[in-house]
């Protein structure tokens, strides 16, 4: 019987072994194709980057086919390089912010970076952008301060989420959050900057490689996220890595509220200074409530505006420092009830083209009108 039992569980996993072979070496890389990823580069603790000249096909579902191309400075963009001279007659614009300037979604040269850059003219102004995935604003400025001010940009522009804040504290989930810099919220209310750790292939980073997590998590959603990245979180910490219960535990007695404001006033106090050390023009936009607000309108009734919590303190505080914002919860309300088109995807809550080209025309005409 024992070996029957031994027998039959060998023939099992063999069984199961081939099948995952099929479905990893010729299922999700030729029939069901798998979405591509582009790839983290290692380094010691610095800013965190994509390995230069990469380029692939960003899926979900059967709705985003999306050409990325990552630059030799490790950023998907339109340019293959980012030069650190000035260009003779030309205005340089510097974008910075997460996943939405990142833009994975869209081709590499629609989104809402390439797109300003054609409204104002190619011939007078150059875009660069540098959007990574997951990042706060805590690390904008650092990827400012670290990277983009490197290029001497005649206008810096964030953009800004509602999670940016809180994930400042280095509360995200993910295989690569602790390399992004953070804030850690004393007792006594101070604020402090936390250094990005180095970044280093591991367990979770060959996983992601399969095309079989890149099919079933990333294009068909197949897998729920909270549980996918718990999962992935607990293969890359250490056993005896507490950094993550020492965030938890150190954030004192305050309010989401309270740790908004004090996260708002220190990042804008840094960006205020690099705005007066280095002389760049500095411009916020701030997302709106896309979903309530095309459901509000499409129900003829009032809009629930607790989603517009970020818009009201980003106006206040970006005020108070004379700080040009950009609140697309105008621009998105007053399109759609023109317009009734959605500015995000069925399968994904991105920026579509569409809003790329929204927000492209909106920070011209707001920011650069003659």
Known sequence: MAKTWKGNALLLALTLVFIFAIFELIVFRWVLVAADLPQLSENEGYLLKYE???????????????????????????????????????????????????????????????????????????????????????????MLGQEAIKHKPHVVIINL??????????LNEGT?????????????????????????????WYIKRT??????????KLVPRLIAKSIMKNLYRKRNDVTHSNKLSNLGNYSVAQKSEIII??????????????????????????????????????MNRS??????????????????????QNVIKEDYLENR??????????WNQYMHSLVAQAAKNYFFAM
Request: aromatic share 12%.
């Open 307 to 328: 989603g517009l919590w970020l818009n009201r303190l980003l106006s206040t505080k970006a005020s108070l420092r004379s700080i040009k914002l950009l609140n697309l």
């Open 161 to 170: 989420v509602d999670n940016d804040l809180l994930q400042s504290l280095g």
């Open 211 to 220: 095309a079989t997590f890149r099919y079933l998590y990333v294009r068909m």
């Open 52 to 142: 230069p000249n990469q380029s692939g096909v960003y899926r979900v579902k059967h709705e985003i086919k999306a050409n990325y191309k990552i630059n030799s400075n490790g950023w998907n963009s339109n340019y293959k390089s980012y030069p650190t001279a000035l260009t003779p007659g030309k205005k340089r614009i510097v974008v910075i912010g997460d996943s939405y300037i990142e833009a994975l979604q869209v081709d590499y040269d629609k989104s809402f970076s390439e797109q300003l850059e054609n409204i104002l003219g190619r011939d007078s102004t150059e875009v660069f952008r540098f959007g990574m995935s997951g990042a706060p604003i805590s690390h904008y400025v650092y």
């Open 265 to 302: 006033d220190y990042a804008l106090e840094n960006l205020d200074h690099l705005r007066k050390k280095y002389g760049f023009e500095l411009f916020l936009i701030v997302d709106g409530d896309r979903s309530e607000t095309m459901n509000a309108i499409d129900e003829n009734r009032p």
């Open 176 to 204: 690569y959050t602790d390399s992004f810099a953070t804030y850690r919220i004393h007792r006594d209310g101070s604020i402090s900057d936390t250094e990005p750790r180095q970044f280093r292939r591991n367990i979770a």
């Open 341 to 350: 088109k959605p500015f995000q995807f069925a399968n994904d809550y991105h």
